[in-house]
């Protein structure tokens, strides 16, 4: 029986970033309204208290930590370009700590609520906060709240593995672990993601230390995507044999997407999700990436209500099970990636 736990914070609602920003706080609050108006199953909702200065400063630079502090409390402290904050990417905003310390609370829940209350799947949508690094704020990302998850889950002493499907590479994630002697041992960091040739943030190929990657050429749709993902995550999941599950579920790989190159469908999307929901291990489902904002909160509404049992992918029109290779190049990249991966790194784990 699925125990099923949602956690979202109002504050969130708030922040703004510049209006020129593609990253759109409208694209949560559309997800959360779905989930309400549509979903039937049971789950429990949780608010939350933000992190503390103290719990925030667990991976981050107490520095920059501080740093987010005292410019949300006092504007004139604010320097540009520090922290890699001021930038196109990384604006200033004024919720900027209060937005980071629900993110890292939020995570440190959910960490709690699989271990000590024995959910099967914690939901969060607004992280998965991928690209942030130790002190500075990278890809729209200023804490990476999935550093924290599993960083959590490692003190509980489970086994993680955290698969990431947002179209650009888990960067932030990588760096965090790269010298991280639990590393492949306790912790499995497996990407798939457009190749660093094409898109931010120019990391991520197959054979870099540090995680399992899967680069992805610009075109890749439903049927390309969705067999390579089925051989390498089952075969990650079986060799590794993971406690817990960290899930990234951006949903840029849309072919609706205005910044990935990558052509899946809705229900290609939701084909992935439901590979990983297939799993018989506890589950944190983050959100990520997703710039076009009815299909993130489409794609993500959906993802929850699959969960719960709601919904099958079949109820989803058009099917992928029928070979339709759109790409035929996309199609023999990911041939020569796959046959990299099983010859080098599959069996070594
Ligand atoms: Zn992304």
Redesign the pocket.
Known sequence: MKKIALLYNKELEKYKYASYHPLKRERIIYTMQRIKKYSKGVYDSFAFSPATISDMSLYHDIDYIQYLYDIEKDETKYVPKKYGIGTTDNPYFKEIFTTSSIHIGAVNLAADLIVRENYSDVFYFPGGLHHAKKNYAWGFCYVNDPVYAILRLLKYGKRVLYVDI???FCDGVADAFKSDLRNKKDLLILSFHESGDFLFPAEGYVGEKGSINFPLYPGTDDYTYIINFIKVFGEVFYRFKPDVIVAQI?A?TSKLDIL?HINLSLKGYLNVIKNINEKKVNKIWLG??GYNNKFTSCGWSSAFRLVLGDITVNNIKTNINIKNIKSEKAFNYAEGIYKFLEKYILSQI
């Open positions: 947002d179209a650009h951006g840029d990935s990520g990436g």
